[in-house]
C-alpha cells in the first residue's frame, strides 16, 4: 500500500491557461474521488469514479472541469481557460468499495495558484 | 441533497481534557454512513472513526467515540484524554461525497 499520489504538489499558472493534475490511487481501489478545497473550507465534492466510469459530477463543476479515469487506475483532471476563482487545493482520495460504507484514502492534494 | 454542518469553526482543549465537536446533517435517506476525518496541517486528511446508521451503537476508537443521534440527525466527535497530536482540522463527511466546513482544534499543553 503506497498511498494516494498526487502529482504535481504544486501549479502556478496565469489565467487562461490549461492545467492537468494526476492522481494515482491504491492499486486495488475500485473508486476515485475529486474534491477541491478552499482555505479554511471542507472539501467540495467535484466528481468519483468506480473504474473507469464516471458515476458523478456535481453541479458546481463548469463545462471547464474534465476528469478521466481511462483505464480504472490513475486519473487526470483538467481545467481549461483557468480563472483565479479556480485557486485552490485540488484532493484526490480513493476507496475500494461497491457503497459508502468505506473510508476514504487521500493523497497530500494539488496546491493550484491562479495569478 | 445532503447537507453537513459543523457550527464550531475552532475549538480549545487542553490536553488531557475532553472536547466535543458538533456536527448535525440533513438527508432523507435511512442507510447511510457518517465519519470524522482528520486533516493535522500541511498532512494528508487521514479517517478518524466511522458510524453506520443502522447502528445504533455509537462507534468507538480508542480516545474517539461518537454520540449518533439519528433522529435528531447529530453526530458529534468525543476526544477524550486530549494529545497535543490531536490539533487539526476535523471534518465531518456524510457518506463519500459531502463534508461540513470543519473545526480547528487546538490544544493547550
Known amino acids: 500500500d503506497t498511498g494516494v499520489s498526487q502529482d504535481p504538489r504544486h501549479k502556478i499558472t496565469k489565467r487562461g491557461q490549461n492545467v492537468t493534475f494526476r492522481c494515482d490511487p491504491i492499486s486495488e481501489h475500485n473508486r476515485l474521488y475529486w474534491y477541491r478545497q478552499t482555505l479554511g473550507q471542507g472539501p467540495e465534492f467535484l466528481t468519483y469514479?468506480?473504474?473507469?466510469?464516471?458515476?458523478?459530477k456535481s453541479r458546481l463543476l463548469s463545462d471547464r472541469f474534465s476528469a478521466e479515469r481511462p483505464k480504472g487506475s490513475f486519473s487526470t483532471l483538467e481545467i481549461q481557460r483557468t480563472e483565479q476563482g479556480d485557486s485552490a487545493m485540488y484532493l484526490c482520495?480513493?476507496?475500494?468499495?461497491?457503497?459508502?460504507?468505506?473510508?476514504?484514502?487521500f493523497g497530500n492534494g494539488t496546491r493550484l495558484t491562479v495569478t | 441533497a445532503q447537507t453537513v454542518t459543523q457550527s464550531q469553526p475552532e475549538m480549545s482543549v487542553q490536553e488531557a481534557e475532553t472536547v466535543t465537536l458538533s456536527c448535525t446533517y440533513d438527508t432523507s435517506e435511512s442507510d447511510y454512513y457518517l465519519f470524522w476525518y482528520k486533516q493535522p496541517p500541511s498532512r494528508q486528511m487521514i479517517l478518524v472513526i466511522r458510524?453506520?446508521?443502522?447502528?445504533?451503537q455509537n462507534a468507538t476508537e480508542n480516545r474517539f467515540s461518537v454520540n449518533f443521534q439519528k433522529a435528531a440527525k447529530s453526530f458529534s466527535l468525543k476526544i477524550s484524554d486530549s494529545q497535543l497530536g490531536d490539533a487539526a482540522m476535523y471534518f465531518c463527511?456524510?457518506?463519500?461525497?459531502?463534508f461540513g466546513a470543519g473545526t480547528r482544534l487546538t490544544v493547550k499543553p
Open positions: 469514479f468506480q473504474n473507469e466510469a464516471q458515476l458523478e
Open positions: 482520495a480513493s476507496s475500494l468499495s461497491f457503497s459508502y460504507n468505506s473510508p476514504l484514502h
Open positions: 463527511a456524510f457518506n463519500d461525497m459531502r
Open positions: 458510524q453506520e446508521a443502522y447502528k445504533q
